[in-house]
C-alpha cells in the first residue's frame, strides 16, 4: 500500500470510528423501539461513502481491497450490527456479483446507483426448502424466446423490503443438472410478478428487515443473466467467500464493543468493597474473551490481506467466520455474565448485544457448514 492510500485508510477509520461512538451508538435505542434506522444515519452512511465500499472507483464506489474494507467494518460495527446491515447487502452479496461478472452495461446501470445508496441490492438464494444446501434450490427460470420466466420463492433475504434489486439464482437446467444448473439473474423490484413478504420478527437484529421475496411468471430479459448461464452457483460461492471475511469483520467489530461493555461494567460495578473488576475470576473471564477478540482481529486482517494478493481464500474465510462468530457469541455470555442481574434487563446494551450476536453464527453459513468447508478444503490439499 502506498503511503497516501495508507493516510486516507487511516482517515476513513477514524471517521467510521467517530461516526460509530457520536452517531450509531446513541441511536441504538431508539433503533430497538422503532425497528428503524433513522433518516440521519442513512444520511451519515452515504455521507462516508459506506453504500460504495466495494464497488470500483470508475463507477462512483470507493474502492477499497477487502483488508480496507474490513478495517472499515471493524469500526461501524462496534456499534449493533444492524446499522451494518442496511448497507451491508448492497457491498456485498447483492453487488459483488454484479462487480466480479457484471457485463460493462450491467455495472453502468446498476453501480452507480448502488454505490451512491440511491438504490439498494438484495442477494436472493435461500428458499425455503434449500437453506445450508444451497444447491438444491428449486426456483425455475425457463427460456421463452427473447426472455425468462422466473417462478419460485426466497426466504430470509436481507434488505428485500428496501432493494430496487435482487440477485436472484434460479434453475436453468433440471435438478440432476446439480449446482451446474444454476443461473444468476438481476431483477428489478418493480417487475410485474415480484412480491415482497412482511418482515420476520425475530429474536435479535433491530432495524433489520429479512422478508421472503415471491417470483410469479416473473418476465426478464435474457440480458439480466449474471455471468453465463450453469455459473450461478460457483459466483455465489466466490462472493460468499468474500462476504464471510466481512462477516468475521462484524463479529471482530462487536467483539471489541462486547469486551468494553464488561470493562466498563467490571470497573464501575463494586462488591465485596471493590470494583469486580479486582477479582480474580472475573480477570479470567476479560482475559479469555481479550485473547479471542485479538486472535479473530489478526485472522481478518491476514486473510483480507491473502484475499487482496489473489490468493483463493475460500478455507481462510471458512476459518475466520467460524472463529470470530464463534468467539463473539462466547464473549457476549461472558460479558452477560460479569453484569450478573443487570445483564438480563434491557437497560443495558449487553443484553440486545447477546441477542444479536446470535445471528452471526447462522447466516451467511452456519458454523456446522463453515466445519465442513474448513475440512473439505484441508483433504482437498492434502491429498492434492
Ligand atoms: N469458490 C469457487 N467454487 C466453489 C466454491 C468456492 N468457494 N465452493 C464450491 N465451488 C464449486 C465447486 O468447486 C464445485 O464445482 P465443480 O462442480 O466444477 O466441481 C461446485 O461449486 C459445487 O460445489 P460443491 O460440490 O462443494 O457443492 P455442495 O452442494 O456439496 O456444497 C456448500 C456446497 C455446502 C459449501 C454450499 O452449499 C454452502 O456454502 N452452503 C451454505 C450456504 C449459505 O451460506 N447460505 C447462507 C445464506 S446466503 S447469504
Given at each position: ?12 477509520v ?13 441511536a ?90 440511491e ?60 449446482s ?16 415482497v ?86 480477570q ?9 477478540a ?70 451467511e ?20
Amino acid at each position: 500500500m502506498t503511503d497516501d492510500r495508507e493516510e486516507t485508510l487511516e482517515l476513513l477509520v477514524e471517521a467510521c470510528r467517530r461516526f460509530a461512538r457520536e452517531v450509531l451508538l446513541p441511536a441504538e435505542k431508539t433503533v430497538q423501539e422503532t425497528n428503524e434506522i433513522p433518516d440521519h444515519v442513512v444520511r451519515g452512511l452515504r455521507e462516508l461513502g459506506l453504500f460504495g465500499m466495494t464497488v470500483p472507483e470508475e463507477y462512483g464506489g470507493l474502492g477499497l481491497s477487502v483488508y480496507e474494507e474490513v478495517r472499515l467494518v471493524f469500526e461501524i460495527c462496534y456499534a449493533q450490527p444492524a446499522f451494518r446491515s442496511f448497507f451491508g447487502t448492497t457491498n456485498g452479496v447483492g453487488t459483488l456479483g454484479i462487480i466480479h461478472y457484471g457485463t460493462e452495461e450491467q455495472k453502468r446501470k446498476y453501480l452507480p446507483k448502488l454505490a451512491s445508496g440511491e438504490m439498494m441490492a438484495s442477494f436472493a438464494l435461500t428458499e425455503p426448502d434449500s437453506g445450508s444446501d444451497a444447491a438444491s434450490l428449486t426456483t425455475k427460470a425457463v427460456r421463452d424466446g427473447d426472455h425468462y420466466v422466473i417462478n419460485g420463492t426466497k426466504r430470509f433475504i436481507t434488505n428485500a423490503i428496501h432493494a430496487g434489486v435482487f440477485t436472484v439464482f434460479a434453475r436453468t437446467a433440471p435438478k440432476e443438472a446439480g449446482s451446474g444448473g444454476i443461473s444468476a439473474f438481476l431483477v428489478e423490484r418493480n417487475t410485474p410478478g415480484l412480491s415482497v413478504g412482511k418482515p420476520y420478527e425475530k429474536m435479535g437484529f433491530a432495524g433489520s428487515h429479512e422478508s421472503d421475496v415471491m417470483f410469479e411468471d416473473v418476465r426478464v430479459p435474457a440480458s439480466a443473466m449474471l455471468g453465463p448461464e450453469g455459473t450461478g452457483f460457483k459466483n455465489a460461492m466466490k462472493s460468499l467467500d468474500h462476504a464471510r471475511l466481512h462477516m468475521s469483520g462484524v463479529a471482530t467489530g462487536l467483539c471489541q464493543r462486547l469486551l468494553d461493555e464488561g470493562m466498563r461494567y467490571a470497573t464501575e460495578r463494586k462488591q465485596f468493597g471493590k470494583p469486580i473488576a479486582q477479582f480474580q475470576l472475573i480477570q479470567a473471564l476479560l482475559a479469555d474473551s481479550q485473547a479471542e477478540a485479538y486472535a479473530a482481529r489478526a485472522m481478518v486482517e491476514r486473510a483480507a490481506r491473502d484475499m487482496d494478493s489473489g490468493k483463493k481464500i475460500t478455507k481462510e474465510a471458512a476459518c475466520c467466520k467460524y472463529f470470530a462468530t464463534e468467539a463473539a457469541g462466547r464473549i457476549a455470555d461472558r460479558m452477560l455474565q460479569i453484569h450478573g442481574g443487570n445483564g438480563y434487563i434491557k437497560e443495558y446494551p449487553i443484553e440486545r448485544l447477546y441477542r444479536d450476536v446470535r445471528l452471526l453464527r447462522i447466516y451467511e453459513g452456519t458454523s456446522q457448514i463453515l466445519q465442513l468447508i474448513t475440512a473439505r478444503e484441508m483433504l482437498r490439499e492434502f491429498e492434492g
